[in-house]
Nanobody, 119 residues
């Protein structure tokens, strides 16, 4: 079983910054990719940012403001969020695809962390 534990959410004023962290633990061989999704009230869950190997991808709405990074030794992914806007308010979920066996991959989700951008 693989666990993804998120931290770093909270309340921030517009224009402020937050840094989310997600640490993976449990039994697996390697981590293929790690990323962040978010779900605002009444909306579908959407991709925010994802990293795999040396590549990263961002939702257009966060490019230039959010930065995803990964510490492979700590099995942790971070999301630095700057210039936050009220429309960034959502529950942010960590997502990871890991190799649980040779050639066998599974996707896991964290429990979610609330980010609220409000004055």
């Amino acid at each position: 079983q693989v666990q993804l534990v998120e931290s770093g959410g909270g309340l921030v004023q517009p224009g402020g910054s937050l840094r989310l962290s997600c640490a993976a633990s449990g039994r697996f061989f390697t981590i293929n990719r790690m990323g962040w999704y978010r779900q605002a009230p009444g909306k579908q869950r959407e991709l925010v940012a994802i990293t795999s190997g040396d590549s990263t991808n961002y939702a257009d709405s966060v490019k230039g403001r959010f930065t995803i990074s990964r510490d492979k030794a700590k099995k942790t992914v971070y999301l630095q969020m700057n210039s936050l806007k009220p429309e960034n308010t959502a529950v942010y979920y960590c997502n990871s695809e890991v190799a649980v066996w040779v050639g066998s991959y599974q996707v896991y989700w964290g429990q979610g962390t609330q980010v609220t951008v409000s004055s």
